[in-house]
């Protein structure tokens, strides 16, 4: 492709809420042993509750290697308080203490010994005693995602938003790369980091990646600072994340003429103050992309009484000088340990991005 060739971002984010180990991990009180954690992001606590958890992340080693390891058994579990002993817990709603409350179990034993947690991590990654020097840990529900609903046409599943989304970008690009079509476009999949705490990191949205690939991109072929900024202008990037399904118990909570369904085709997200980053022209060419993948799209906006969420697209656009489009899959309980879809939509939302990517 020549140096000046434009781009086809799809724009997508890996992380999502949970609990993830602190630094000195082993504690506990009262012959129980626990696992101190930290809360990352927005999760919806109540649903960590009474779950078996799992351990799964990254171990930094001495000799400067990194290693993956992965318990998905049960291991964990974050004990809620019985209701004889909260008995306004009904009436009141329930009440977590952060600190306090949220320290999963993983034992018995009276004597808290440091270094018991990551000994036993070194253990399941096959790794000698005190190879481990640091670690990136979290927490993860283990039950299996679930076809339900009376013709099986919901999913529920853990962490949808926003590796569906993941999902589907994958899936679009390789659909793609496998026909062997002459684009007039470089299509490119874009999943960054920490977007769940707002994107400020090297791997994050608002860190140098994206915009250090498309340059290195650009000058591979030869291109000049010209080139750049040519490609660059004609850039777009559909920035892809779950979004809010109506509920149907709380429909009020919803922009009473924008009620996305499950099952209903992708979303659209608007908001004028740029919470979102979807202008006129970027509705038009993910209008033009559902068109000839030949399916239908949702727009979302939010009830005006309530603030709006934000994505990774209004900082690409931003950072970057690209025009960006933020859409998505309607799901219910976002930020939920356990979230739920419709079965239809990650197939659909895949479609429309094949159509983005090969226009």
């Known amino acids: 492709a020549a140096p000046h060739t434009p781009f086809r971002i799809v724009g997508a984010h890996t992380d999502s809420p949970n609990l993830r180990v602190k630094p000195r991990p082993d504690t506990g009180t009262h012959g129980w042993r626990q696992?101190?954690?930290?809360?990352?992001?927005?999760?919806?606590?109540?649903?960590?509750?009474?779950?078996?958890?799992?351990?799964?992340?990254?171990?930094?080693?001495?000799?400067?290697?990194?290693?993956?390891?992965?318990?998905?058994?049960?291991?964990?579990?974050?004990?809620?308080?019985?209701?004889?002993?909260?008995?306004?817990?009904?009436?009141?709603?329930?009440?977590?203490?952060?600190?306090?409350?949220?320290?999963?179990?993983?034992?018995?034993?009276d004597t808290v010994r440091d270094g018991d947690l990551i000994a036993f991590l070194e253990?399941?990654?096959?790794?000698?005693?005190?190879?481990?020097?640091?670690?990136?840990?979290?927490t993860h529900s283990v039950?299996?995602?679930?076809?339900?609903?009376?013709?099986?046409e919901l999913v529920a599943g853990p962490r949808m938003d926003n590796l569906l989304s993941v999902h589907a970008g994958t899936a679009a690009l390789a659909s793609v790369a496998a026909s062997g079509a002459?684009?007039?476009?470089?299509?490119?999949?874009a999943a960054f980091d920490h977007e769940e705490t707002g994107s400020q990191s090297d791997t994050g949205a608002d860190g140098p990646l994206l915009g250090g690939v498309l340059e290195r991109s650009v000058f591979a072929r030869g291109g000049s600072y010209e080139d750049r900024a040519r490609a660059f202008a004609g850039t777009v990037c559909l920035s892809s994340d779950t979004g809010h399904a109506v509920h149907p118990n709380y429909a009020e909570r919803h922009d009473p003429t924008h009620h996305p369904r499950v099952n209903g085709g992708p979303?659209?997200?608007?908001?004028v103050n740029n919470r979102y980053a979807t202008d006129g022209s970027g509705r038009a060419v993910f209008a033009a992309a559902c068109e000839k993948a030949d399916i239908p799209f949702q727009t979302f906006v939010s009830n005006n009484s309530m603030p709006c969420g934000?994505?990774?697209?209004?900082?690409?656009?931003?950072?970057?000088?690209?025009?960006?489009?933020?859409?998505?899959?309607a799901i219910l309980s976002m930020h939920s340990a356990r979230e739920l879809c419709g079965a239809?939509?990650?197939h659909l939302l895949a479609n429309a991005l094949v159509a983005f990517l090969q226009p």
């Open 35 to 109: 696992v101190a954690v930290e809360i990352y992001g927005g999760p919806l606590m109540n649903s960590w509750l009474d779950r078996d958890l799992g351990l799964a992340g990254r171990l930094s080693l001495r000799d400067g290697s990194t290693r993956l390891v992965n318990v998905d058994r049960p291991l964990l579990r974050v004990p809620q308080l019985a209701i004889h002993m909260d008995r306004n817990v009904t009436a009141d709603g329930l009440k977590l203490d952060k600190q306090r409350h949220l320290q999963p179990v993983w034992g018995l034993g």
């Open 123 to 138: 253990d399941e990654a096959g790794l000698a005693r005190g190879e481990v020097t640091g670690w990136d840990l979290m």
């Open 143 to 152: 039950e299996p995602p679930a076809y339900l609903g009376r013709d099986r």
């Open 182 to 189: 002459d684009l007039p476009y470089i299509p490119v999949l």
């Open 267 to 271: 979303i659209l997200k608007v908001n």
């Open 310 to 329: 934000t994505t990774i697209g209004p900082i690409t656009a931003a950072r970057h000088g690209i025009s960006t489009v933020d859409i998505g899959v």
């Open 344 to 346: 239809d939509d990650p």
